[in-house]
Protein backbone atom coordinates (compact mmCIF):
# COMPACT_ATOMS: atom_id res chain seq x y z
CA UNK A 1 0.00 0.00 0.00
CA UNK A 2 1.34 3.38 -0.65
CA UNK A 3 1.31 6.14 1.17
CA UNK A 4 0.09 9.66 -0.12
CA UNK A 5 2.10 12.67 0.13
CA UNK A 6 -1.08 14.92 0.42
CA UNK A 7 0.90 17.60 -1.71
CA UNK A 8 -2.45 18.54 -3.42
CA UNK A 9 -1.95 22.10 -4.39
CA UNK A 10 1.84 22.26 -3.22
CA UNK A 11 5.44 22.48 -4.93
CA UNK A 12 7.88 20.22 -3.70
CA UNK A 13 11.28 18.73 -3.92
CA UNK A 14 13.86 16.33 -2.52
CA UNK A 15 16.37 17.73 -1.03
CA UNK A 16 18.83 14.58 -2.13
CA UNK A 17 18.66 15.02 -5.51
CA UNK A 18 20.59 18.32 -5.79
CA UNK A 19 21.23 18.36 -9.93
CA UNK A 20 25.45 17.56 -10.09
CA UNK A 21 25.57 18.10 -13.81
CA UNK A 22 24.51 20.45 -15.93
CA UNK A 23 22.82 19.38 -18.73
CA UNK A 24 19.02 18.78 -20.35
CA UNK A 25 15.96 17.19 -18.18
CA UNK A 26 14.95 14.36 -20.27
CA UNK A 27 12.48 12.61 -18.31
CA UNK A 28 10.01 13.13 -15.10
CA UNK A 29 8.98 9.75 -13.53
CA UNK A 30 6.50 10.11 -10.73
CA UNK A 31 4.97 7.25 -8.11
CA UNK A 32 1.37 8.65 -7.88
CA UNK A 33 -0.26 7.76 -5.04
CA UNK A 34 -3.65 9.74 -5.78
CA UNK A 35 -4.31 9.48 -9.65
CA UNK A 36 -4.90 12.53 -11.68
CA UNK A 37 -8.84 13.18 -12.43
CA UNK A 38 -8.15 14.88 -15.42
CA UNK A 39 -6.27 14.27 -18.65
CA UNK A 40 -3.27 16.37 -19.68
CA UNK A 41 -3.03 16.80 -15.59
CA UNK A 42 -1.25 20.60 -15.12
CA UNK A 43 2.08 19.33 -13.43
CA UNK A 44 4.89 22.70 -13.64
CA UNK A 45 8.15 22.00 -12.98
CA UNK A 46 10.34 24.54 -11.39
CA UNK A 47 14.41 24.86 -11.52
CA UNK A 48 14.95 26.34 -7.77
CA UNK A 49 18.41 27.60 -6.46
CA UNK A 50 19.18 28.18 -2.70
CA UNK A 51 20.34 31.29 -1.05
CA UNK A 52 23.31 31.14 0.11
CA UNK A 53 22.98 31.49 3.71
CA UNK A 54 19.47 30.66 3.88
CA UNK A 55 19.01 26.76 2.96
CA UNK A 56 15.30 26.83 2.82
CA UNK A 57 14.82 29.58 0.77
CA UNK A 58 15.14 29.58 -2.52
CA UNK A 59 14.52 31.50 -5.90
CA UNK A 60 13.21 30.32 -9.32
CA UNK A 61 15.17 30.29 -12.37
CA UNK A 62 13.17 28.65 -14.95
CA UNK A 63 9.96 26.64 -14.78
CA UNK A 64 7.50 24.53 -17.32
CA UNK A 65 4.51 23.48 -18.12
CA UNK A 66 5.32 19.39 -18.75
CA UNK A 67 3.82 17.66 -21.82
CA UNK A 68 1.59 15.28 -19.74
CA UNK A 69 -0.76 14.10 -22.64
CA UNK A 70 0.59 10.75 -21.99
CA UNK A 71 -0.05 10.79 -18.14
CA UNK A 72 -3.19 8.75 -17.91
CA UNK A 73 -6.10 9.87 -16.17
CA UNK A 74 -7.51 8.16 -12.96
CA UNK A 75 -4.12 5.82 -12.90
CA UNK A 76 -2.09 5.23 -9.48
CA UNK A 77 1.49 4.18 -9.62
CA UNK A 78 4.43 5.31 -11.70
CA UNK A 79 4.13 7.11 -14.88
CA UNK A 80 6.63 8.77 -17.23
CA UNK A 81 7.12 12.54 -18.80
CA UNK A 82 9.39 12.17 -21.66
CA UNK A 83 10.96 15.14 -22.71
CA UNK A 84 11.51 15.36 -27.06
CA UNK A 85 13.66 18.13 -27.82
CA UNK A 86 11.93 20.69 -28.37
CA UNK A 87 10.49 20.45 -24.55
CA UNK A 88 14.07 19.53 -22.50
CA UNK A 89 14.75 21.74 -19.74
CA UNK A 90 18.13 23.07 -19.52
CA UNK A 91 19.47 22.98 -15.71
CA UNK A 92 23.03 23.39 -14.10
CA UNK A 93 24.64 22.00 -11.11
CA UNK A 94 23.31 22.45 -7.56
CA UNK A 95 19.85 23.20 -9.01
CA UNK A 96 16.57 21.64 -7.49
CA UNK A 97 13.73 20.19 -9.46
CA UNK A 98 10.89 20.72 -7.98
CA UNK A 99 7.24 20.14 -9.35
CA UNK A 100 3.81 21.64 -8.53
CA UNK A 101 0.64 19.50 -8.89
CA UNK A 102 -2.58 21.07 -8.36
CA UNK A 103 -5.69 19.99 -7.32
CA UNK A 104 -6.67 17.95 -10.42
CA UNK A 105 -2.81 16.57 -10.84
CA UNK A 106 -2.66 13.80 -8.66
CA UNK A 107 0.19 13.49 -5.82
CA UNK A 108 3.02 11.48 -5.62
CA UNK A 109 3.64 8.57 -2.75
CA UNK A 110 5.36 9.44 0.19
CA UNK A 111 8.55 7.53 0.35
CA UNK A 112 11.57 7.86 3.18
CA UNK A 113 14.33 9.84 3.98
CA UNK A 114 14.44 12.21 0.67
CA UNK A 115 14.48 15.23 2.77
CA UNK A 116 11.44 16.71 1.40
CA UNK A 117 10.92 20.55 1.07
CA UNK A 118 7.16 21.51 0.27
CA UNK A 119 5.37 25.17 0.11
CA UNK A 120 1.76 25.95 -0.65
CA UNK A 121 1.19 26.50 -4.12
CA UNK A 122 -0.50 29.40 -3.89
CA UNK A 123 2.17 31.37 -1.45
CA UNK A 124 4.78 30.04 -3.81
CA UNK A 125 3.12 31.93 -6.96
CA UNK A 126 2.68 34.84 -4.89
CA UNK A 127 6.27 35.35 -3.57
CA UNK A 128 7.52 34.24 -7.15
CA UNK A 129 5.95 37.13 -8.92
CA UNK A 130 7.25 39.57 -6.36
CA UNK A 131 10.63 38.31 -7.26
CA UNK A 132 11.12 37.43 -3.34
CA UNK A 133 12.78 34.28 -2.15
CA UNK A 134 10.46 31.27 -1.06
CA UNK A 135 10.60 29.91 2.31
CA UNK A 136 9.86 25.89 1.93
CA UNK A 137 9.23 23.83 5.18
CA UNK A 138 11.83 20.81 5.39
CA UNK A 139 10.81 17.18 6.59
CA UNK A 140 14.20 15.17 6.70
CA UNK A 141 12.17 11.91 7.15
CA UNK A 142 10.24 11.55 3.58
CA UNK A 143 9.77 12.89 0.39
CA UNK A 144 7.86 12.73 -2.90
CA UNK A 145 8.34 9.73 -5.21
CA UNK A 146 9.42 11.32 -8.15
CA UNK A 147 12.58 10.89 -10.47
CA UNK A 148 14.15 12.66 -13.77
CA UNK A 149 16.97 12.02 -15.81
CA UNK A 150 19.33 14.37 -17.05
CA UNK A 151 21.66 13.98 -20.69
CA UNK A 152 24.74 15.96 -19.86
CA UNK A 153 26.00 17.64 -23.17
CA UNK A 154 28.60 14.51 -23.32
CA UNK A 155 24.86 12.54 -24.18
CA UNK A 156 25.54 10.33 -21.31
CA UNK A 157 22.42 9.80 -19.65
CA UNK A 158 22.68 10.54 -15.21
CA UNK A 159 19.86 8.83 -13.68
CA UNK A 160 18.27 10.23 -10.27
CA UNK A 161 16.14 7.52 -8.37
CA UNK A 162 13.27 7.79 -6.06
Request: charged share 25%; proline share 5%; hydrophobic share 40%.
Amino acid sequence: MKIDSNLFDMVVFNGVDRIRQTGFIRSVTINFSSPPRVSNPPIILYLLISEKDNPNMFFVVDERRLPTTHIQQGRIGVQTIVLDDDDRIECRQEQFVALAFEEDSGTPACVKDRNEHSVNLAHFLNLKKKGRSIDFINYSNKGAAFSFTIEPAKGTILFVFL
